[in-house]
């Protein structure tokens, strides 16, 4: 006759070895379709990606070696209702030139010009609105001062202006019987020739550009000083520092990711200027002093029909702005030793 023990069937804690084999055994078979299923998701994410974004990049670059004007001479269908007319052109043919594109611009003199008018903003407006947002982001991160969300606020809120409304508004401003020429007379100071002289013109591109993105480049640099830990400026002020000294050996080493972050965003953003100069200066008055490279390349490929030619200028615009971001992230990533 057959025991208890024997009639309990095999030992517990063999069953929960066998258990545990199977599960690992399970976990590590993939489940049918598994693989599948994620990218059978993730396809139309590489659809747009691949349409709308590498597609592009890498027929520009093909572009680039070719002489390509967009439509041709030859007439495809053509409807002519007396009031309205539409005609249809054949696509141009590629006529592969090699590197004459790159070539050419070095005696485009319009190009050279509008690199001059380019950098000529970006070394004036990034470092003048950087300085300004850094010294808005302090005056507002004191504890001292009342009302800090309203300022806040009120410095912020030129980013959200329409782009269109905002240069228009600075083109009513500063035309010469504008009403920063009207203030400056009745002080007793001498009217500026704002939009005619072609220095001062590219200066109300700084000024426009300056007051809108100083707000938004505060906020930013204001997040940045908030994290800095209270300890640190705790103990400066043991070791004797005094507030200046606290700015520059405390505030500005911690803050330094950030302003670095704010310095290639920014360069990024001037590089890539274009509709303040089209509508406050008409796109590029006086005498293309305010012609930006960006409204260069549009120019080329959408009213001269020159579409190789502005696909090298857009690659030598991506070249350019890299090599800057590549210095200031550089420069502005060293560490004190």
């Not at 005609?87 to 590197?99: E, H, K, Y």
């Not at 083109?171 to 504008?178: E, F, I, P």
């Amino acid at each position: 006759m057959a025991t208890h023990d024997s009639l309990s069937g095999p030992d517990p804690s063999l069953r929960d070895r066998l258990r545990f084999a199977r599960q690992a055994v399970g976990e590590r078979l993939p489940t049918p379709g598994e693989g599948i299923v994620g990218y059978v998701f993730l396809l139309p994410a590489f659809l747009l990606f691949g349409v709308f974004l590498a597609f592009p990049i890498v027929y520009t670059f093909y572009l680039s070696f070719f002489r390509f004007e967009g439509v041709g001479g030859e007439t495809l269908l053509w409807i002519d209702t007396g009031f309205f007319s539409y005609r249809l052109t054949s696509i141009a043919d590629l006529q592969f030139v090699g590197l004459e594109n790159y070539v050419r611009m070095f005696t485009d003199t319009l190009f050279h010009q509008a690199m001059f008018n380019t950098t000529f903003i970006l070394l004036v407006q990034v470092p003048l609105m950087v300085a300004l947002a850094l010294l808005f982001a302090v005056a507002l991160d004191a504890s001292f001062v009342k009302l800090r969300g309203v300022f806040r606020t009120v410095l912020a809120l030129p980013v959200s202006a329409n782009l269109v409304a905002y240069s228009t508004v600075f083109l009513l401003m500063m035309q010469d019987a504008g009403l920063v020429n009207y203030v400056l007379t009745s002080l007793g100071l001498p009217a500026i020739p704002w939009l005619t002289s072609s220095f001062w013109s590219r200066m109300t591109i700084v000024g426009a550009v300056t007051w809108r993105w100083t707000g938004y480049n505060m906020i930013i640099l204001l997040a940045g000083l908030q994290n800095i830990p209270q300890q640190l400026y705790e103990a400066a002020e043991i070791d004797g520092a005094n507030r200046i000294e606290k700015f520059r050996y405390v505030t500005i080493p911690q803050l330094r990711p950030v302003l670095l972050f704010v310095f290639v965003t920014s360069t990024i953003g001037t590089f890539k200027l274009f509709s303040e100069p089209v509508i406050i200066n008409g796109g590029g008055a006086p005498l293309d002093s305010t012609i930006t490279i960006v409204q260069y390349i549009y120019q080329t490929a959408f009213i001269d029909f020159r579409l190789g030619y502005a696909s090298a200028l857009t690659y030598v615009l991506i070249a350019i702005v890299s090599v800057f971001s590549a210095v200031q992230l550089n420069v502005g990533g060293e560490s004190d030793a």
